[in-house]
Structures are given as C-alpha cells and as structure tokens.
C-alpha cells in the first residue's frame, strides 16, 4: 500500500519568514494530494490540494509543488503569522486504494512573534 | 448543513467493553472512512465505505467494525475495547475524488 514520509517533523519559524514542509510518496499511481491543517483539539481541516496533472499550486500565501518523477511534494507559506501555528499533514490517495487517503506523520510548524 | 457530526465527544470505556461511535453527514457522500490519531503516527485508516452496502478495511482494521446501510451514516464499532485502542477517533466522508470533511473527533480513554 501507500507510505507517505513528512519531514520535519517540529519546524520553528520567526513571524515574516518562510515554512517548508516536504513529503514523499511510494504508490506512483497515486494522483492527488492534499494538505490539512489541525489546530489543538480540532478537526483536520484542508489547506490546498494538487492533483497529478499540475506541478504547482498557490492560494494567497500558500503553495503547493509537487514532482511525479521524484514522487514527493511540498508546502511553501510564506510571510508566516502565528496563526499559522498548528500541526500540518500532508496526504496522498490513488484510485488503486478506493481514494482513502494515506497520511503523513505531521508537522508542527511554530511561528514565533 | 451540520457536514460532518460525530458522536460522543469524549468516553470512557473499562477493559473488555463494546460501544459505537456513530458518525452522520449530511452533504450526500459517496465515501465515508474512520481514521484514528495517535501522537506522532498522523491518522491511519481504520475502516472505510466508498458507497451504502460497501465497506472495506484500512490500515488498522483489527478490534473494530462497520457497516453502511445508508448513506448518511457509517458507526464504528469497537468489539471489546483495549488500552491500545486509546486515541482519537475521526469519522470522514468525500465525494469520490477531492476534499475530505472531518467531523470533530471522538476521544476515548480505555481504562
């Protein structure tokens, strides 16, 4: 089945710098991935998603890229808030595995003030 | 519309007991799935359903049960909990491809 690795797994960023999140995967009949963001207590909640077809992604300060060759992706956030601080998965599924979704272990990104 | 709603939000359940975590959406997904979260692990697949009638298991499937008879609704049950099975629970449903909805988690102690 699918194995999906999330590096690093702790990231402490000063507020206004960058964040980067990476993640490989192992089933290249996977096609698309999402990224969540989980507050403490709360749900997972999505932050942006790439399918296969498309190398990158951006919404505002979030962006996604994504190497079918190298089979990983990564999350970019740029100008960092606190708010920014939360736990943020990355995740794959492919059509093989009825679409589930195959998580990475987290990353806890901190953005000091 | 409520999305996705779990219930309880919290128990505690002795060695040996059984209970039902019950999960309801109410966006008319096709796909419906049970993760569990573990500090450090992320969420694994426990069990999924990719439409009513239909269920298949996940990555962590053993001590537990499901069943779709609509397509509203997917419970999980737990067969005779053990302290292993102590984390938090998250019930989802998707259509078949695209964003997953979570509900707010369900956190269990067993004792």
Sequence with gaps: ???????????????????????TYSDSASNYFPWYKQELGKRPQLIIDIRSNVGEKKDQRIAVTLNKT???????????QPEDS???????????????LTFGGGTRLMVKP | NAGVTQTPKFQVLKTGQSMTLQCAQ???????????????????LIHY???????????????????????????????????????????ASSWRTGEAFFGQGTRLTVV
């Design chain 2, 26 to 44: 109410d966006m008319n997904h096709e796909y419906m799935s049970w993760y569990r979260q573990d500090p450090g692990m992320g969420l694994r």
């Design chain 1, 70 to 80: 190298a089979k990983h992706f990564s999350l970019h956030i740029t100008e960092t």
């Design chain 1, 86 to 100: 939360a736990v943020y998965f990355c995740a794959a599924s492919s059509n093989n595995a009825g679409n589930m």
């Design chain 1, 1 to 23: 089945g699918e194995n999906v690795e999330q590096h690093p797994s702790t990231l402490s960023v000063q507020e206004g710098d960058s964040a980067v999140i990476k993640c």
């Design chain 2, 49 to 91: 359903s990719v439409g009513a009638g239909i269920t298949d298991q996940g990555e962590v499937p053993n001590g537990y049960n499901v069943s779709r008879s609509t397509t509203e609704d997917f419970p999980l049950r737990l067969l005779s909990a053990a302290p292993s099975q102590t984390s938090v629970y998250f019930c």
